[in-house]
């Protein structure tokens, strides 16, 4: 990626966070400045999201193609789509301890993140435990597959068969978004911010994949 694309990504990212951080919100009911931390801890969310489902579509390439590019195009993939569940994982418990008491409550989307991280946390021990390249990408593959098709079970579905103390979600049932316009405008930032560092990093991370790839096979 250019230099532009790194800076750009750089200059968002500074203004979403000292905008987040500093510009003052409209009062909300029950939540009041703590909503500021949805300018983080959504968009982490929503690239977990992009993560998981990018490992998936490489996984079914790989099988497809057996080209050991998209295996490792879906490792890097799920690697920081684990990297940014926890991060969202950290911002929610940090929002529920401000605002429930507790950093910890197994509530529904608490738990259901939970089982999230253990089924992608399974998936790295996996790939750890199986030393042939080629069996490792195939039996990968089909685990990212399995576990993308749950992630939105656990992201979207579970969450809404039970009562959770979770605020209502960015989009409501109408379809609409309930936001201060200053909000909604640093918000929508954030996610194109967040977004573009994913995009920016996992090329970072793919490049770096595929070199330690190569020196693994050459020294095999």
């Given at each position: 990626m250019n230099r532009i694309y790194e800076y750009s990504v750089f200059i968002i990212i500074a203004l979403v966070i000292f905008a987040g951080i500093v510009?003052?919100?409209?009062?909300i009911p029950a939540l009041g400045d703590k909503a500021r931390v949805l300018y983080f801890h959504v968009p982490m969310s929503w690239i977990s999201v992009v993560a998981f489902t990018m490992s998936l579509w490489y996984a079914v390439r790989y099988l497809r193609t057996k080209n050991i590019d998209y295996d490792i195009k879906s490792f890097s993939a799920s690697q920081l789509g684990f990297l940014f569940c926890i991060l969202a994982t950290a911002t929610g418990s940090l929002w529920a301890k401000f605002n429930w008491g507790s950093f910890w409550n197994w509530d529904p989307r608490q738990t259901s993140i939970f089982i999230l991280l253990m089924i992608y946390g399974a998936y790295f021990a996996l790939r750890s435990a199986i030393d042939s390249e080629e069996q490792k990408a195939r039996l990968s593959s089909v685990y990212a597959i399995v576990a993308g098709i749950t992630m939105p079970f656990f992201i979207f579905i579970m969450p809404r068969l039970v009562e959770t103390l979770h605020p209502d979600p960015i989009i409501n049932n109408s379809g609409k978004i309930n936001m201060d316009t200053s909000m909604l405008i640093i918000f929508l930032t954030s996610l194109l911010g967040f977004?573009?560092?994913?995009?920016w990093v996992?090329?970072?991370?793919?490049?770096l994949e595929f070199i330690k790839y190569k020196i693994s096979s050459n020294s095999d």
């Open positions: 510009l003052p919100i409209p009062d977004t573009m560092l994913f995009f996992l090329n970072m991370k793919t490049r």
